[in-house]
T-cell receptor
Framework: NAGVTQTPKFQVLKTGQSMTLQCAQDMNHEYMSWYRQDPGMGLRLIHYSVGAGITDQGEVPNGYNVSRSTTEDFPLRLLSAAPSQTSVYFC?????????????FGSGTRLTVV | KNEVEQSPQNLTAQEGEFITINCSYSVGISALHWLQQHPGGGIVSLFMLSSGKKKHGRLIATINIQEKHSSLHITASHPRDSAVYICAVRETSGSRLTFGEGTQLTVNP
């Protein structure tokens, strides 16, 4: 089925460990983004990309890196995990240009840093 | 002050009631989205609006661009409507979405 695929669904990390959250979409969407969701707060943008080779920071980029080598994939890297990065992470994609598009979200990754 | 404010934060209703969730925003937008997040966490896009009104089944979304306000209505609410409803705006300056904190709706049988 077409959509946004996030892996893993759950992850527990120790402080200081690194990991990559994977996000892939098969809809040829130009725009991809990563959000984190914390209790009592709205979804916050971490990083986004408007196309292959182009990335930019969002609202809360510190501690995270991204790359966009292909249209399909937009991995999020935690270089040295901290307890403050315990959260639920969502990847989303959409077409850019014009107004007639919506966003498709992945199913989320629940990350716990101990 | 958040750029996107939702009210109420929590809402409990009895099955069959008419539900209204409000969203106000302070930035210029090109589109407003209503999203639904069920227990278990998946997020589904319900509506995207740039003007007027849209209807899908028992759900109705309206937007008033001049007043920077949108409402999501649920008619004949049902326990399966229990979820968090999230308002998000796409600012005119780009593709980014800014999200409200969400409204937790519980519909009791």
């Amino acid at each position: 089925n077409a959509g946004v695929t996030q892996t893993p669904k759950f992850q527990v990390l120790k402080t200081g460990q690194s990991m990559t959250l994977q996000c892939a979409q098969d809809m040829n969407h130009e725009y991809m983004s990563w959000y984190r969701q914390d209790p009592g707060m709205g979804l916050r943008l971490i990083h986004y990309s408007v196309g292959a080779g182009i990335t930019d920071q969002g609202e809360v980029p510190n501690g995270y890196n991204v790359s966009r080598s292909t249209t399909e994939d937009f991995p999020l890297r935690l270089l040295s995990a901290a307890p403050s990065q315990t959260s639920v992470y969502f990847c989303a994609s959409s077409q850019t240009g014009g107004l007639s598009y919506g966003y498709t979200f992945g199913s989320g990754t629940r990350l716990t840093v101990v | 002050k958040n750029e996107v404010e939702q009210s109420p934060q929590n809402l409990t209703a009895q099955e069959g009631e008419f539900i209204t969730i409000n969203c106000s925003y302070s930035v210029g937008i090109s589109a407003l989205h209503w999203l639904q997040q069920h227990p278990g966490g998946g997020i589904v896009s319900l509506f995207m609006l740039s003007s007027g009104k849209k209807k899908h089944g028992r759900l109705i979304a309206t937007i008033n661009i001049q007043e920077k306000h949108s409402s999501l209505h649920i008619t004949a609410s049902h326990p399966r409507d229990s979820a968090v409803y999230i308002c998000a705006v796409r600012e005119t300056s780009g593709s980014r979405l800014t999200f409200g904190e969400g409204t937790q709706l519980t519909v009791n049988p």
